[in-house]
């Protein structure tokens, strides 16, 4: 009867200090879009590098398990080479995803890895950086993985520094004559690092 007693009051007491802890966070990142080439059904596309906006919401349900939903946002171009065409589309490309996030803690280092789905949208920004305007908006679904750190600076605040991976089908913009489709996926790689606050 003691040690039930005694069990129960250890898990009351885990469970109390859990509850005054911070079970959510907002954080704010710049990341860098990294894009493969992809060639397929003689098309070669490619993309440049660029810098862009990261917002994460992260509500954690354990000390170690938790939910996070994600909002991306940079602009690039998609350049595109056929036998017969060499196309350029300025994109803004934007992403929403939910992921699921395992966290681990060792003193002020917080080591952790995502999994989740989302969709990456390519809407065509018809200006002087697109040379084909016969295109469309692609929302393309995907997976959504990666691995970071965060360290503590304060009980409020931590900077974060991951690697955030999405898979997804190649955008074609639905051009007219599909000449843009590689029929290809492609891993587009958005390192990042950011501030967050806890609360």
């Known amino acids: 009867m003691k040690k ?6 250890l ?7 859990f509850g005054q802890e911070s079970r959510q966070d907002v954080s704010a990142s710049a990341f860098g879009l990294i894009s493969p080439d992809v060639v397929g059904n003689a098309v070669h596309k490619s993309a440049t590098t660029s810098i ?3 917002g994460s919401y992260r509500y954690l349900l354990t000390p170690r398990s938790g939910l996070e939903l994600n909002y991306g946002f940079t602009q690039n171009d998609n350049k595109y080479i056929t036998s017969f065409t060499n196309a350029r589309v300025h994109t803004r490309q934007q992403e929403l995803s939910g992921a699921y996030v395992y966290n681990m803690t060792f003193k002020n280092f917080n080591p952790f890895a995502e999994l989740g789905v989302g969709a990456m949208i390519f809407s065509p920004i018809k200006d002087f950086g697109s ?4 295109v469309k908006q692609n929302t393309n679904l995907g997976a959504l993985f990666g691995a970071g750190v965060a360290y503590e600076i304060s009980p409020s605040f931590d900077i974060r520094l991951q690697y955030r991976g999405f898979l997804s089908k190649t955008p074609d913009f639905s051009h007219t004559n599909e000449i843009f489709k590689t029929n290809r996926y492609e891993v587009i790689s958005t390192p990042a690092v950011g501030i967050a606050y806890h609360f």
């Not at 039930?4 to 009051?9: H, I, S």
């Not at 898990?11 to 200090?17: D, E, I």
């Open 11 to 17: 898990m009351l007491s885990a469970m109390t200090a």
């Open 52 to 54: 862009g906006f990261l």
């Open 4 to 9: 039930t007693m005694l069990l129960c009051a």
């Open 131 to 134: 040379n084909n305007l016969d």
